[in-house]
């Protein structure tokens, strides 16, 4: 169907990128329009890091500079101009921000995964019976930087698992020799 007025256009792209790797950003251009301009912001997720390595033909901006970007113009109308916010509202916060004011232009980054921080709070109870000793020990992690997926304790082979319970705890496994839980 025919297009005319103010037209917004969602593509959604995607790019698979290894650990740690130089990355050429590549670039969406629009064929027969007579002028081009516009922002890129660079958002990453939690445990992931990026560094712009080069820019060439860009400008760096301050993020909240991207706001002009977002401004109504005398042509759109306010529930296109909704749109437009809606298409746009990134999935992290944006750590980068560019302006370019016409094509070709180069930006080069390296992505790199970022290594958590973890800190551990134990609490441990030792009670002792008349034939046994039972150990309640309560772990709280504080994850910083970057999520964690599987968590190793170190048991020695002599104490017998009782239970093992924690949020989100789908599964665990004890390897003997090792003497290590995992989570």
Same mark, same amino acid.
């Given at each position: 169907? %025919? ?11 995607e790019?698979?990128? %290894? ?6 950003? #590549? ?5 027969g +329009? ?7 912001? &660079? ?14 033909g860009?400008s760096?901006?301050?993020?909240? $500079?991207?706001? #002009? ?9 306010? %529930?296109?101009?909704e ?9 992290? @916060?944006?750590? +980068? =921000? ?5 094509? @070709?232009?180069?930006l ?7 290594? #958590?921080?973890?800190?551990?709070? +134990? ?11 039972v150990?309640?020990? =309560?772990?709280? &992690? ?9 968590? %190793? +304790?170190?048991l #020695?082979?002599? &104490?017998?698992?009782?239970s093992?319970?924690? =949020?989100?705890i $789908? $599964? ?12």
């Amino acid at each position: 169907s %025919k297009a005319e007025g103010v037209y917004v256009l969602k593509l959604e792209l995607e790019k698979i990128i %290894k650990d740690s790797q130089d990355v050429q950003m #590549p670039s969406v251009e629009v064929l027969g +329009v007579e002028r081009e301009r516009g922002f890129l912001g &660079l958002s990453a997720s939690m445990g992931v890091k990026i560094e712009v390595l080069s820019s060439e033909g860009i400008s760096q901006i301050n993020v909240k $500079d991207m706001a #002009p970007f977002f401004e109504k113009e005398e042509t759109e109308s306010r %529930k296109q101009q909704e749109e437009l916010l809606k298409i746009l509202t990134p999935k992290y @916060p944006i750590d +980068v =921000a560019f302006r370019y004011l016409k094509k @070709p232009f180069k930006l080069a980054i390296n992505v790199a995964d970022v290594k #958590p921080e973890i800190q551990a709070d +134990v609490e441990t109870l030792y009670s002792i019976e008349e034939k046994k000793m039972v150990i309640d020990t =309560a772990v709280t &992690l504080h994850i910083l930087k970057a999520g964690i997926f599987n968590l %190793k +304790v170190f048991l #020695p082979k002599d &104490l017998r698992i009782v239970s093992v319970d924690g =949020a989100s705890i $789908d $599964d665990w496994k004890r390897d003997e020799e090792k003497e290590t839980l995992f989570v």
